[in-house]
């Protein structure tokens, strides 16, 4: 039975994860066995079936690069229509290349034609092979001395001719009149199809031209004996069938999902400036340095292991891993029966990124047998060549703009060179006690700590845990609850006090599709939204930094009405949406994105949450400060000046602007907050902005509503549904009793809604695919069930959405129904915070 290497499983893995994929053969001798009369030459089915089944995957392509003519190698491949095929050597890319060859060529292969053809009629066994840009003499077929004799005529005679490009293959010597050759054809495929990475099978002197031209995350595998530039090699052409075979089986699995972990099964770490997640085998699989929001180094979930990893595990692991965050905390524990690893960011209150803006990733290991530990960085999301140098202490990360070092005392690293980039790895025996790695970013400085690492992980439990018993949290499903509360306060950006929407970029809303966007960035309205949340929880600390924050924002674009819809944690205008074409994106959904155009959008919803807020930290306090009251008046005015205007709405529809209802709403919530916080703080405007907010209700109530739909509607005049309208109801626009209300929540049920969650909209929004339902959709609508007095059915949805979460307790921003998956960015600040207000609420009603 004929087996692959573990050396090329390895690398065909990783090829199987390119963004786009040009996979490309010679035919004779690696697709087709060397026979003696080459008519008769046919491929092997199981490899021609495969390149087909290649062929037809996405962003995969496939050409056969031979030294035949064009019109032979379509005879007997059989003219696949997905396979781009190549003659000549690289001269054929079409079948009319011959007739626009200038004539001096035509006159020169005329003249070797009729020279070989002749000296073959002299040569027993000798063949001549016209092609359209050469002729080829064949000797395999005659009697060994003879042949070789005639090959030296060949080589010591028209060779020498000027404008005649030689190639010598097995018992072939082929006399171009055309310059081009194998590793020209290759790289122009390269360029036609966009491929991020290639492999080229062959067995002849003509394949090194193609291999040659390999380079980077590339595969080159040899077929048979012979000095070659690939880095692989193989023994027959049904070794390249199953090397085919088994790429085909492996691509389609990956761009398909089947290899990638699960959403929800990734667990964050926060030190409040940057965040890390951790898969559910401790491997770490994003990170971002030095802010949440700056490029990668660790990719993995968008790309697989070529886009950067940290990993750690048993040598011989015999079952999966438990994890948990230690209690009331951020501090996560994976265990096995040999091991065990304790990983956090380091938070405590003497940590180096007090000081001078460094990040420590902190991982012990712990156990009574060996562990692997493999350390691949990628820097820029795998767009820098990423080199390791080992040094006393550690390892150092060359090329990064800031410094980065792996402090690991005593651990023996192997280095590995992989494309362009180092891979670290090593096995450590654990018997003589715990072993501390530190990933220190900021620093290639590898000298120990000023604090021991116990008294680091101490404080950091110390930091989450004193915080968190300070809540009054939900008593349903509590350490949901707990959990939730931590992840909100893990996105805050402490040195700034900005608060991101979600940990991560591009997540796919629909697998294999295009909704995928960056949400590492700082949208006030969530933000808001996220504060307000924990305020009432018991925490004001985070809802001061913020407004602190978006009055430094305004301060910087002169008033409210110029606020952006988001920002980066600096309060910076967010970087030109752009795509990494390095990575191929979670489960092969791609476009990966950084940036986020929706920054340019006009969102009038923006200034209700942070309304809310302003009023929540007046509930908390009893006192606003002079700066966080001129932002009211800011926000009033700006929404008195523009509430008439159509928007891009929450959902950030790239598409035509509307009058949507949410946004109306919004708009309202920020008036009738304006004037209860004017009311109830003996400032001046009161009565303005009540005047002002009754007649935005009445024009909600007028043009929301929709007769043919029963319900209010996305935006005026249509007759389509959005969850959003739910917040009506909960911000108090409507009464709960209102009979329009209740309809509005029957509509959504009956028309959005699908078991666990809810989908924002079923209109189109002129992007493909259908996204999963929105977590918090869902827990609108137990809130909006709790309101019209459905608390059953409240409690039922809310404790299938509860089901939903992860092992550690995260949820991303959407489910899909169907297929059972978690999708979108993750952990979502939305998801979490919906999660507490709807249990706030149902133990309100209860």
Not at 58 to 74: E, K, Q
Not at 514 to 531: E, F
Not at 803 to 822: N, Y
Request: net charge negative; hydrophobic share 40%; charged share 20%.
């Amino acid at each position: 039975m004929i087996e692959l290497s573990r050396d090329v499983e390895d690398r065909l893995v990783e090829l199987a994860r390119a963004s786009v994929l040009l996979v490309a053969s010679d035919y004779d001798g690696t697709l087709s066995p060397i026979v003696n009369d080459p008519a008769q030459a046919r491929p092997h089915r199981e490899a021609m079936v495969a390149l087909h089944n290649l062929a037809v995957l996405p962003r995969t392509h496939v050409s056969i690069i031979s030294g035949r003519s064009l019109s032979d190698l379509s005879q007997l491949t059989g003219s696949p229509g997905n396979v781009h095929l190549v003659g000549s050597h690289g001269s054929e890319f079409d079948p009319g290349f011959a007739s626009r060859m200038p004539q001096h060529a035509i006159d020169l292969k005329e003249q070797l034609a009729r020279e070989l053809t002749e000296l073959a009629e002299r040569s027993p066994g000798c063949t001549v092979e016209i092609k359209p840009a050469s002729v080829a003499f064949h000797y395999r077929n005659a009697e060994r001395g003879a042949g070789e004799r005639a090959a030296k005529v060949v080589h010591e005679g028209l060779a020498k001719l000027a404008g005649v490009q030689v190639k010598t293959g097995k018992m072939v010597v082929e006399l171009g009149v055309i310059e081009a050759d194998k590793g020209s054809a290759l790289e122009s495929m390269r360029h036609r199809v966009a491929a991020t990475s290639a492999i080229f099978i062959g067995d002849d002197v003509t394949d090194e031209d193609a291999f040659a031209v390999l380079r980077g995350p590339d595969v080159g595998i040899k077929v048979g004996p012979g000095d070659t530039k690939a880095g692989l090699r193989v023994d027959s052409t049904e070794h390249v069938a199953m090397i085919l075979a088994r790429l085909a089986e492996l691509r389609a699995a990956h761009l398909a999902g089947s290899d990638a972990t699960p959403i929800e099964r990734h667990t964050m770490l926060s030190d409040q400036r940057t965040v890390a997640l951790v898969d559910d085998q401790a491997r770490v699989t994003w990170m971002c340095a030095p802010r949440i929001d700056s490029p990668s180094m660790f990719s993995e979930m968008l790309d697989g292991p070529n886009a950067g990893y940290f990993g750690v595990g048993p040598v011989a692991a015999n079952k999966n891993p438990t994890q948990r965050y230690l209690p009331g905390s951020l501090v996560l524990e994976t265990r096995w029966p040999s091991l065990s690893v304790t990983d956090y960011l380091d938070a405590s209150a003497g940590a180096p990124q007090q000081q001078n803006n460094r990040v420590d990733l902190v991982r012990v290991l712990e156990g009574t047998g060996k562990a692997r530990v493999e350390f691949a960085p990628r820097l820029d999301f795998g767009r820098v060549p990423t080199r390791l140098r080992k040094v006393d202490g550690g390892l150092v990360v060359e090329g990064a703009i800031d410094a980065i070092s792996l402090r690991s005392p005593g651990v023996d690293w192997s280095i590995k060179a992989q494309g362009e980039h180092h891979t670290a790895a090593t096995e450590i025996d654990l018997s003589n006690g715990p072993v501390v790695l530190e990933l220190r970013c900021g620093t290639q400085d590898l000298a120990p700590s000023l604090a021991p690492e116990s008294h680091r992980r101490s404080e950091t439990l110390a930091f989450w845990n004193d915080w968190a018993s300070g809540l009054t949290l939900p008593t349903l499903h509590s350490e949901l609850m707990r959990t939730s509360a931590l992840v909100l306060r893990g996105l805050v950006h402490g040195p700034t006090g900005a608060i991101a929407a979600a940990a991560t970029t591009s997540l796919p809303e629909t697998l294999g599709g295009v909704r995928n966007w960056d949400y590492r960035y700082c949208w006030p309205r969530d933000a808001s939204m996220t504060a307000t949340t924990l305020v009432r929880l018991g925490s004001t600390s985070e809802a001061i930094g913020l407004l602190d924050w978006l009055a430094r924002v305004v301060e910087t674009v002169g008033d409210a009405e110029r606020l952006a819809p988001i920002y980066d944690v600096l309060g910076r205008d967010t970087p030109p949406e752009a795509e990494i074409v390095q990575l191929s994106g979670y489960a092969g959904s791609r476009p990966v994105r950084i940036g986020n155009a929706a920054a340019r959008q006009v969102q009038l919803d923006v200034f209700g949450p942070i309304a809310e807020l302003l009023m929540a930290v007046l509930d908390a306090t009893g006192s606003l400060s002079p700066a966080h009251h001129s932002l009211v008046q800011s926000m009033a005015s700006a929404v008195a000046a523009r509430w008439r205007e159509p928007d891009h709405g929450i959902w950030e529809i790239r598409g035509p602007l509307k009058h949507h209802v949410h946004t109306k709403v919004m708009c309202w919530v920020t008036l009738d907050r304006a004037a209860k916080i004017a009311e109830r703080c003996g400032v001046a405007g009161s009565a303005g902005y009540r005047k002002a907010a009754e007649e935005i209700r009445e024009d909600v109530l007028e043009h929301g509503w929709n007769d043919a739909a029963g319900a209010f509607t996305a935006s005026y005049g249509s007759d389509e549904l959005d969850a959003a309208v739910l917040t009506l109801g909960t911000f108090g626009l409507i009464e709960p009793g209102d009979p329009r209300f209740a309809k509005t929540v029957e509509a959504i049920e009956q028309h959005l809604r699908s078991g666990p969650t809810v989908y924002r909209y079923l209109y189109d929004d002129g992007l493909p695919g259908r996204e999963g339902g929105f977590h918090i959709c869902a827990l609108w609508l137990v809130e909006a069930y709790a309101l019209v007095g459905r608390l059953a059915d409240a409690r039922s949805l809310f404790d299938s959405i509860a089901a939903l979460a992860g092992p550690t307790g995260l949820f991303s921003e959407q489910h899909e129904p169907i297929a059972g998956v978690a999708l979108g960015n993750h952990p979502q600040a939305y998801s979490h915070l919906g999660l507490i207000e709807a249990a706030r609420r149902l133990e309100a009603l209860s």
